[in-house]
T-cell receptor, first 115, second 112 residues
């Protein structure tokens, strides 16, 4: 089955630093990748949609200059949290779609803690 | 804007019971609906996907139904086991290019 990986699985950083999270589709080409954020005891919220070779589309309320998304290839999308602050601490999950409209394959998530 | 609600928020039952988890959504113009399982601190495991044209899907002890016109879905778990303990998330897709809209989940505990 389709596998999506994320790296790192967990990161702790100081306030003001930038953190990059990678999302890779391991055995298929992902024309579209999605980034979600989940705060404790909350649902997953879509942050942005990323299409290979084009600019990401951000959901309302998500700052595109703070959450930089690069979908440079059909197997890799990166999310960079710039100048991270404690309120950015969350669980970030990516998903990938292989071109068919039906199923998104989710990564295992990255837990970010900003001190 | 699509909103997804899951009831109950939490449920604790003895092993062996049959359960029903509920999901409702405000916009019936969905492409599909998916049920996921999330273990603590982990990612998502897809359980069942129902296309908008379908009424139900079954996998093992799990059965999911969809009533698109009323904006409802149920996840039925038969003969529950302690290993079923997890948070169950319902999510809808509004269109082929869209991300998913998730509910807050039902936190399920199956007591041995």
């Amino acid at each position: 089955g389709a596998v999506v990986s994320q790296h790192p699985s967990r990161v702790i950083c100081k306030s003001g630093t930038s953190v990059k999270i990678e999302c890779r589709s391991l055995d298929f080409q992902a024309t579209t990748m999605f980034w979600y954020r989940q705060f404790p005891k909350q649902s997953l919220m879509l942050m942005a949609t990323s299409n290979e070779g084009s600019k990401a589309t951000y959901e309302q309320g998500v700052e595109k200059d703070k959450f930089l998304i690069n979908h440079a290839s059909l197997t890799l999308s990166t999310l960079t949290v710039t100048s991270a602050h404690p309120e950015d601490s969350s669980f970030y999950i990516c998903s990938a779609r292989d071109g068919g409209p039906e199923t998104q394959y989710f990564g295992p998530g990255t837990r970010l803690l900003v001190l | 804007k699509q909103e997804v609600t899951q009831i109950p928020a939490a449920l604790s039952v003895p092993e062996g019971e049959n359960l029903v988890l509920n999901c409702s959504f405000t916009d019936s113009a969905i492409y599909n609906l998916q049920w996921f399982r999330q273990d603590p601190g982990k990612g998502l495991t897809s359980l069942l996907l129902i296309q908008s044209s379908q009424r139900e899907q079954t996998s093992g002890r799990l059965n999911a139904s969809l009533d698109k016109s009323s904006g409802r879905s149920t996840l039925y778990i038969a003969a529950s086991q302690p290993g079923d303990s997890a948070t169950y998330l319902c999510a809808v897709a509004g269109g082929g290019a869209d991300g998913l809209t998730f509910g807050k989940g039902t936190h399920l505990i199956i007591q041995p």
